[in-house]
C-alpha cells in the first residue's frame, strides 16, 4: 500500500479508537443498528498513518463472505428489479 498522498511506502499501521477508548467499527449499510451493537454487521478499521507526511488513510477488514456477497457486483452496477431478483432468491444451505 502507497500512501494517498505523497506517494511514499512508508506507512505505519495502527487501530483508531475513539476519546472512550473504543475501537472505531465499519458498519455496513445494510445491517440493521440493533444487530451493530453485538457486532454483527460491523467491520474493523484499520489505520495506516504515513511516516513521510503523516497522511492518515483507513482501511477495512472485510470478511471472505463479504467480498463474495459484494464483489459480485463489481464494475457495472446492476438495475433496481434486478438487484431485487437476486435477493429474493431463497437463500442456499
Ligand atoms: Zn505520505
Known sequence: ????ACGSESLVGGTIFDSNGSKVS????DAPIWKSLFGVGTRNV??????????LQLAV?????????YQQFEGEQPG????LNSEVEPPQK
Open 1 to 4: 500500500m502507497n500512501c494517498l
Open 61 to 69: 477488514d472485510f470478511s471472505q463472505k463479504d467480498l463474495m456477497k
Open 26 to 29: 465499519f458498519k455496513l449499510d
Open 46 to 55: 484499520r489505520g495506516y498513518g504515513c511516516v513521510h507526511c503523516g497522511h
Open 80 to 83: 433496481v428489479l434486478e438487484r
